[in-house]
């Protein structure tokens, strides 16, 4: 029998810290959150592990260490208004949840999307809202936003997302072709749009409109 809370720790530990991230409160976070929950059953050993795992539908739960340098890319300091593209398991969401003030998550696959939601409920997460749509248009009606976060790969960087960030607010989204990408960071400023390369990341591909077409 795994103990979950010390094979957590660890993953923070090992997988974490160690590679660098330094923000304080996404540490907690990733302490707090229990991350086996997010995946099925038969995988809750491989949970704190350090690599994706398959979640259904031919979608991933991300690497931990990714999951921590793109939350610490946006910067949280508490009460911010995120979106996030791509709920996936719900376990990214739950991380933003922990460190926002209200979170927008959009996911394509409705199976995905009514699990998440139901476990980030029974987890106590009530400042999140799921909305079953094609993500690379973003959510309009509630932008701006503080930060956006994609959890897919993309081509490029959909405009709609640039559009709907307030000022000063930030865009974490891998970029690239299919198998492999770069991580940037997109800071919206009065004089335009700057960016900055995080490093290399590799992510299942962003479905819609402004990323890759449905195979």
């Known amino acids: 029998m795994i103990d979950f809370p ?4 660890k993953m923070v530990e090992d997988q974490i810290t160690s590679r660098g991230i330094k923000d304080i409160r996404v540490i907690a976070a990733m302490k707090k959150i229990p991350r086996h929950l997010f995946v099925e059953e038969a995988l809750q050993n491989q949970a704190y592990t350090d690599h994706p795992l398959p979640i259904g539908e031919k979608q991933t739960i991300s690497q931990p260490y990714m999951v921590a340098l793109m939350t610490e890319a946006l910067l949280l300091t508490g009460g911010e208004r995120v979106l996030e593209i791509g709920t996936g398991s719900g376990y990214q969401t739950a991380i933003l949840a922990e460190l926002s003030g209200k979170v927008f998550s959009i996911e394509r696959i409705r199976s995905l999307a009514l699990r998440a939601r139901s476990l980030l409920y029974e987890l106590g997460y009530f400042n999140v809202e799921i909305k079953i749509f094609d993500g690379t248009f973003g959510w ?9 976060m994609v959890t897919a790969g993309s081509p490029d960087i959909p405009q709609p997302l640039i559009d709907q960030l307030a000022t000063g607010g930030r865009l974490v989204i891998p970029v690239g072709d299919a198998s492999v990408q770069d991580l940037f960071r997109v800071t919206k400023t009065e004089e335009g749009a700057k960016k900055e390369n995080l490093g290399g990341c590799r992510f299942v591909k ?4 402004y990323g890759w077409e449905a195979e």
């Open 206 to 209: 962003l479905i819609g409109k």
């Open 6 to 9: 010390k094979a957590r720790l």
């Open 140 to 148: 309009k009606e509630e932008s701006p936003f503080d930060g956006i």
